[in-house]
């Protein structure tokens, strides 16, 4: 959908920035402006300020700014198009229709978020249940992950079988229909639907406000493919996300810099002993987007990959 640059404009001059933020972000007054701690990077004393006249918020620190559509756009991770409907909508503007390209992104992506985050509970269950969690705690154990790191990472187990995720979560065709676009379940050709994950250890990913949005699943032997990630989703494109990211920042003391490694093992090996700056790409070369995002935190990058092609 294309919107026309002029109605962007009055969009814009209609919206208002600081209520916006503050609806989200709790801002205080100081001098003609406000400020607030930045929702972009972890921070201990404001220095993120918000322009009335200007309509523009720039932070100090990480150098994060723009106007009502970036903001939403940045802190709601909303498509343009969705963030320019949300401020169209709250100033009473009605958005003039042109041709759609077909290529219009769903708005609503909470049934999606909602059905990963049950699934992560679902797999995090099935860690802890005897019937089923023997070989995985051996798996852990062995590679020496302690409870308190597969608490901290949320990591579960997607028991043997074609269809235990289906049947604990999926009870009408809109679960379905959400389960499959998250990537939870595959259909074939058939028509059958079955899970994607089977007797794997599951990590989920999560965006930078802790909700998950894929999981990466490794294999408890030598069964191929090793690891296996959700396939990309509305909520999930691969190339911008960034393993173990959520959990660096919710770390006692924010990053000064972050190691960028390969897996999730690499992350949770290095968490346990107490390096809480590393991340991982997700089987993608490290992107612009990657380092864009990670700079926002930090001043320094440290690449630590294999010596393959990859790396
Ligand atoms: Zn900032």
Request: charged share 25%; aromatic share 10%.
């Amino acid at each position: 959908m294309q919107i026309p640059e002029d109605f962007i404009e009055e969009v814009l001059a209609r919206s208002d920035l600081v209520g916006l933020i503050h609806a989200r972000v709790p801002l205080r007054r100081s001098g003609k402006n406000y400020s607030a701690c930045c929702p972009f990077h972890k921070e201990k004393t404001p220095s993120f300020s918000v322009s009335p006249d200007k309509q523009f918020y720039h932070c100090f620190g990480c150098g994060a700014s723009g106007n009502a559509i970036t903001f939403l756009r940045e802190y709601e991770r909303m498509h343009f198009v969705d963030a320019v409907k949300t401020l169209a909508q709250a100033a009473s503007l009605q958005v003039p229709s042109t041709p759609t390209h077909g290529n219009e992104k769903k708005a609503n992506t909470r049934p999606l978020f909602d059905i990963l985050d049950k699934a992560q509970s679902y797999y995090c269950e099935q860690l802890k249940n005897p019937s089923v969690n023997k070989r995985p705690i051996q798996y852990l154990k062995g590679r020496q992950i302690t409870s308190s790191a597969a608490k901290e990472f949320a990591i579960g187990y997607a028991p043997q079988g074609w269809d235990n995720l289906k049947s604990a979560l999926i009870h009408s065709n809109k679960e379905s229909e959400n389960a499959l676009d998250a990537g939870l379940i595959v259909q074939n050709d058939k028509q059958r639907i079955y899970d994607r994950f089977r007797d794997r250890i599951m990590f989920p990913i999560r965006d930078q406000r802790g909700r998950t949005i894929a999981f990466g699943g490794r294999v408890l032997g030598d069964d191929k493919p090793k690891y296996l990630n959700s396939p990309e989703s509305p909520l999930f494109q691969k190339g911008n996300e960034l393993y173990g990211l959520y959990e660096a920042l919710q770390s006692r003391q924010s990053p000064k810099k972050f190691l960028i490694v390969e897996g999730y093992m690499d992350v949770i090996a290095l968490a346990q002993h107490d390096l809480r700056f590393a991340v991982a790409t997700l089987g993608t070369a490290t992107s612009k987007v990657h380092i864009e995002r990670l700079f926002r935190y930090a001043p320094e990058l440290i690449f630590c990959f294999d010596g393959d092609d990859a790396g």
